[in-house]
């Protein structure tokens, strides 16, 4: 088949922990579920990736955590999915195994100061971490692109940061233009559709800072000590 014509990414539905982020000390956060608002949410979603699909088929890769089945579930896709796959290289960046929330504040506050790519969580990952995962998982699917029986649409159901690092993988954005991007919102897609030999985004991330796809840190200002 090739290259799908799109690649359609969605982020999960609002979870539990949007709305409480107490619970990461008592609760996994693979098995964090959707609210009842992020499961219309999702519903939501699946009426719009249906009318992008157009009755055509589409293979999935979805997160392991629990909130991405939920919200595949909800966006019920029915005979149009061609197949399912499970894909840990798209979870949600990993920060600690059961999470203070007092020490996570003190940790996003230097993340903040220090950049969200590199920074790494005591227990957990950086920014860094997740590209090169999600430049392992490209690599799968080019290699699944190549079977004759691939379905013309590719659904990634994941997590915002997870998107933000495909696409800068994707389209080779520099670091300090992907420190400038803020998370899709909950449900929110974005889509890479493909123009002839390339793909193109169908929407931009929100920017909380104005940067250029091709600024590097050369650009930046200098650091003040």
Known sequence: M?????IIMVRHGQS????DQSIYNRLPD???????????????????VRRQLDGQKVRVYV?????????????NLGDLVETVMEEPRLREQDWANFQNPAEIADQKELRNAYGHFFYRFREGESGSDVYDRVSSFMETLFRHWARPDYAPNTLL???????????????????????????PSNAETRTLIKDGQR?????????WTAAEPTKTVMDAPEHIW
């Open 2 to 6: 090739g290259a799908p014509r799109q």
């Open 30 to 48: 693979y098995r964090i579920p959707l609210t009842e608002l992020g499961v219309a949410q999702a519903k939501a979603t699946g009426e719009h």
């Open 16 to 19: 539990a922990a949007n709305v």
């Open 63 to 75: 997160s392991p955590y629990l909130r991405a089945h939920q919200t595949l579930e909800a966006m």
């Open 157 to 183: 159901v994941t997590h915002g940061l997870t998107m933000r690092l495909f696409c800068m993988r994707w389209f080779h954005w520099s670091v300090e233009y992907f420190e400038s991007l803020n998370n």
């Open 199 to 207: 793909y193109i985004l169908d929407a931009p991330f929100a920017q």
